[in-house]
């Protein structure tokens, strides 16, 4: 027994040494050569990544090698990564998730998942395997899509004038724009926006009163509230397209009776905001309109011929084959009455895999809630 | 139906559920408790649904409108978790919490206005954040549980240790859950499910560190050493929860609005 357990305390340190050993090889690649560069494991390196992650789950493996697809391992290698990930979210400005240490890590979460994964395989059962199956294959694909496979993914940002069709798009930060294998017509660009509203101004610091605390009026015509000791209703709302918002509000001063009418405007790209003073000090200003929401309605070309017309908004996008694209932005400083929308095109072939992840880890922890701390 | 008549639905659900619970720990057979529950439910989503047919659209753009249905599924899911695992306390926590956000609603009624931005106008806003909340609930319990066995000893050691694992792996799949439907929600909003955002970084460290204690028995780490974990988890937790916003690796994240 005791020669036993002094055997198993050694292969312990025999795959702790070869941990330390690989994010040793990390960080010296990581001084040689800098950071990760994403771009060596496109298609099809990734793929044959995949496949290799794959033998350990089709073929059983010799005694010597499975050992590393032991809890144990698991244990050592989700405290490194907690401890990395730690760095991550406390020192500013970093780039772990670029780095080779992590890199290697990662590549070793994802080993001791196929073998833990081959392992169980071979003696599968399902009514006591199918929670450990759907989680730690769900979690594989998931990193194996969100990791290697996030090489193949390709970011655009396209600006489409209405009534434009345009195939060109950017890389954030670059400024020359490459043609892309998909075109958008811009037919209409839509925003609803909420009311502005009256607010209380502090003309020196810009702050809305009360301090803190501000409160509004919404600019809707026969709506009506108290701010800061004076009564505000708004008695008219204005907003036609391309001019900016007008409302004519009347106030009264709670304490002594004051009166104050007049119009109040946030302006807009080409007209001058109004406001009504108080005093020396305050005024009676409008906020800006917020979006509400915000759409366009698009054609979609690919080059290998397909075509596709819909709305893309913010939380919507529009499907064509592996490209998604995205309500982005607009001419903010028109608002409204922007001419030209800006989309996000996102190309992810793994994006299928990742979702089938997802799913199974989802559902996997649904058997989490239902079976609680019993051990498998 | 408008949000004048919600404070009759909600003091009537908040009342049934009230009494629901007490039931549950006053009477014998939880058959009255569980009815009383239920009714509140119904009574709670009658209002949503003349409210959703009021305005023509689902109440899900202002911040009034989310704890509504906060209030809604709070109390639903830990119904169903107390279907399951009959434990009382979570079903009165699940009311406080909700009862806050009621009355959040009630107190508050010029938020009503308040505008939600394009990004959060999802239908995954609401389960993302409701089954975090409960998670964080099972988390909780797990704690003080697990600080209990560590302060007092064997004695309670193997009445806490069933109770502390349970609370662990369920709130850890609720964990999960919140964490994938942000996933697939941050792809609609933002292109891409992940991004190593500061919330989402401590998002993973929360989960890595809940992971390293459900797999500690495999490294042979004895049960009462592996406890030591939960408490220093939590923290984590605390720091992805509240604290994110206030660290300088997370200025300029996307989480903070």
């Known amino acids: ?376 | 139906m408008t949000w004048n008549e919600f404070i009759y639905f909600a003091l009537g659900s908040l009342l049934l559920w009230t009494f629901g619970t007490v039931a549950l720990y006053r009477v014998k057979k939880s058959f009255t408790g569980e009815l009383l529950i239920i009714a509140g439910l119904l009574l709670f989503s009658t209002f949503i649904g003349l409210l959703w047919s009021h305005i023509d659209h689902p109440p899900l753009r202002t911040m009034g409108e989310t704890r509504l249905w906060y209030s809604f599924f709070l109390v639903l899911v830990g119904y169903i978790t107390y279907k399951i695992w009959r434990f009382k306390w979570l079903m009165a926590y699940s009311i406080l919490v909700s009862a806050a956000f009621i009355f959040v609603n009630l107190l508050k009624p010029e938020i009503h206005g308040t505008n939600l931005m394009p990004a959060l106008q999802s239908i995954w806003f609401v389960p993302h954040v409701t089954v975090y909340i409960l998670s964080y609930a099972m988390m909780g319990a797990a704690t003080i549980a697990a600080t209990i066995t560590l302060s007092t000893g064997k004695k309670r050691e193997s009445e806490l240790m069933p109770l502390i694992d349970n609370l662990v792996h369920i709130g850890f799949g609720f964990l999960v859950l919140g964490m994938l439907m942000g996933a697939i929600w941050a792809k609609e909003a933002w292109g891409d499910y992940w991004t190593w955002d500061p919330k989402e970084v401590w998002a993973f460290i929360t989960g890595s560190a809940y992971l390293v204690y459900m797999h500690a028995h495999y490294a042979k780490i004895s049960r009462k050493d592996a406890l030591w974990i939960l408490p220093v988890a939590f923290i984590l937790l605390m720091i992805t929860w509240l604290g994110v916003n206030y660290l300088p690796a997370a200025q300029g994240s996307i989480h903070t609005y």
């Open chain 1, 1 to 376: 027994m005791g020669s036993q357990s002094k055997r198993k305390q050694e292969t312990a340190l025999v795959e702790i040494i070869i941990i330390s050993a690989v994010i040793i090889a990390g960080f010296a690649l990581q001084f040689v050569i800098g950071p990760l560069d994403f771009g060596i494991l496109v298609f099809p390196v990734n793929l044959i990544l995949g496949f290799i992650l794959l033998l350990p789950i089709l073929f059983k493996l010799s005694q010597p090698i499975r050992k590393f697809g032991s809890g144990k391992v698991s244990v050592i290698l989700l405290t490194i990564v907690t401890i990395m990930a730690i760095y991550m979210g406390l020192v500013s400005g970093n780039d772990v998730k670029h780095s080779w240490p992590f890199a290697f890590v990662y590549l070793m979460c994802m080993v001791n998942l196929a073998i833990a994964i081959g392992k169980r395989v071979r003696k599968f059962r399902l009514k006591k395997d199918y929670g450990f199956m759907l989680n730690h294959i769900g979690l594989l694909l998931l990193l194996f899509a969100a990791g290697p496979g996030s090489a193949d993914m390709q970011r655009w940002f396209m600006t489409v004038a209405e009534g434009a069709t345009e195939w060109r798009g950017e890389r954030s930060g670059a400024t020359d724009p490459v043609e892309l294998p998909i075109a958008i017509t811009l037919l209409d660009f839509k925003m609803d926006e909420y009311p502005p509203k009256i607010a209380i101004v502090d003309k020196v610091t810009g702050e809305s009163q009360p301090v803190k605390r501000p409160v509004f009026v919404e600019a809707v015509g026969g709506e009506t509230g108290i701010i800061s000791g004076w009564r505000v209703s708004v008695d008219s709302f204005d907003y036609r397209p391309m001019m900016a918002p007008v409302a004519m509000i009347s106030a009264e001063r709670v304490s002594d009776g004051k009166i104050l009418t007049g119009r109040v405007s946030c302006g807009n790209h080409f007209q001058q905001f109004r406001i009504l003073d108080i005093d020396e000090r305050l005024c009676f200003a409008m906020t800006y309109p917020e979006p509400e929401r915000f759409s366009s309605q698009v054609e979609v070309f690919t080059k290998d011929g397909k075509e596709k017309s819909g709305v893309v908004e913010v939380n919507a996008p529009i499907k064509t084959g592996s490209w998604n694209i995205y309500q982005y932005s607009y001419d903010t400083s028109k608002g409204r009455d922007s001419q030209i929308s800006i989309f996000e095109l996102v190309y992810d072939p793994w994006l299928i895999p990742a979702y089938a992840g997802i799913a199974m880890v989802m559902l996997g922890s649904l058997t989490l809630l239902f079976r609680g701390g019993k051990r498998e």
